[in-house]
C-alpha cells in the first residue's frame, strides 16, 4: 500500500461543471479505496452537499468542509473539529454587513445540528444559494427573524452574496476592523456568473491548517501529501503540500503554486491522476 495521502477540493476539481462526480471518477474511486487509498476532501461546501455528491464511498478519513471550519465524518455528520468565528466579534461583523445594506447567510453548529440561517432574499445570487441547498436536499435551512438570535450557536461561517464592487469594499472593511481574527474568501459564483461571494471564518479555518490535524490525529504525519485545487481558497493547502497540482481550469494564480497541471475538471483528471499515480507507487513497494 503507497503512503500516500489524496486530498482534493470538489468544485470545479473533482466535480464536474454540473456539481456531480462523474460515473467513471465514482467507479474508480470505490475501486482504489477498496486497496487501501488514503483519500479524503477539503471544500468550501458542507457535509449534507458532500454526503449527496459522494454518496456510496468510504473514505477513510474525516472531509474537510467550510474551507476548515469543520472537520468532519463524512457518513455521520459528526464534526470532530470546529473552529468557529470568536463570539465577541460576531454582532459587530453582522453590524458591519448590515451597513453595506447587505443580508448574510450564517452557517452555524448549535450544539445538536448545522444550522444554516436566512432572512429576506435581496437579489438574485442570493436565490440562486436557496435554490442550491434545497436542490441537494439541505436540511440545515433555517428562516429566523431576527440574526442575533442565532449568535449563540458555534458561527463557523458568514456568506454575503452581491455585486462585485460591494463585496470587494466589504471585505477591505471587514479586514481592517478584524485583521487576523478572521479568514476571509471572495470569489466569482461560476454556477451563478455575476454574482460574488465573501465568505468569513475563523482565522482557524482553513483547509492547510486542517489538513495538518487530520495528518497528527491519524499519525500520517510522515506520509506524502499531495492534493489537488481550482481556486486561490487551495493556496494554503497547496504550500503545505508534497505534491500540489492544480487543474487546467484552475486560477492563474494558484497554477502559481503547482508542482503540476493536469487536464480539467471535465476530464476526470484527478481520479485518472490518482489511479496512476497509486499504482506506480504501490508496485515500487512491491519491487
Known amino acids: 500500500m503507497s503512503n500516500t495521502i489524496y486530498i482534493s477540493d470538489l468544485d470545479g476539481t473533482l466535480l464536474t461543471n454540473n456539481a456531480v462526480l462523474s460515473d467513471y471518477s465514482k467507479h474508480k474511486l470505490q475501486e482504489l479505496l477498496q486497496d487501501g487509498l488514503m483519500f479524503t476532501v477539503a471544500s468550501a461546501r458542507s457535509v449534507v452537499f458532500m454526503g449527496v455528491v459522494l454518496r456510496g464511498l468510504k473514505l477513510p478519513l474525516p472531509i474537510v468542509e467550510f474551507n476548515g471550519a469543520f472537520i468532519s465524518d463524512l457518513e455521520s455528520g459528526r464534526h470532530e473539529i470546529i473552529n468557529s468565528i470568536e463570539t465577541e466579534i460576531i454582532e459587530d461583523i453582522y453590524q458591519l454587513i448590515c451597513s453595506f445594506k447587505c443580508v448574510p447567510f450564517i452557517s452555524s453548529f448549535n450544539g445538536s445540528e448545522d444550522c444554516c440561517y436566512y432572512q429576506q432574499i435581496i437579489n438574485e445570487g442570493m436565490q440562486w444559494y436557496i435554490n442550491d441547498r434545497l436542490l441537494h436536499q439541505d436540511e440545515r435551512l433555517r428562516a429566523i427573524a431576527n440574526f442575533t438570535d442565532a449568535f449563540c450557536d458555534q458561527i463557523v461561517c458568514i456568506t454575503i452574496i452581491n455585486h462585485k464592487e460591494i463585496i470587494s469594499e466589504l471585505e477591505i472593511a471587514i479586514h481592517e476592523r478584524y485583521g487576523d481574527r478572521i479568514q476571509t474568501y471572495h470569489y466569482e459564483n461560476s454556477y451563478n456568473p455575476g454574482w460574488y461571494w465573501l465568505t468569513i471564518y475563523s482565522h482557524k479555518a482553513t483547509k492547510a491548517q486542517a489538513i495538518l490535524t487530520l495528518q497528527a490525529a491519524y499519525g500520517l504525519k510522515n ?16 504550500q503545505i503540500a508534497d505534491c500540489a497540482i492544480a487543474v487546467a481550469n484552475a486560477t492563474v494564480e494558484l497554477q502559481r503554486h503547482a508542482t503540476h497541471v493536469i487536464d480539467s475538471n471535465q476530464a476526470d483528471s484527478v481520479v485518472r491522476y490518482i489511479h496512476q499515480d497509486w499504482t506506480q507507487r504501490s508496485l515500487l513497494k512491491l519491487v
Not at 506520509?223 to 487551495?234: E, I, M, R, Y
Open 223 to 238: 506520509s506524502k501529501l499531495t492534493v489537488f485545487g481550482d481556486h486561490n481558497n487551495d493556496i494554503e493547502m497547496f
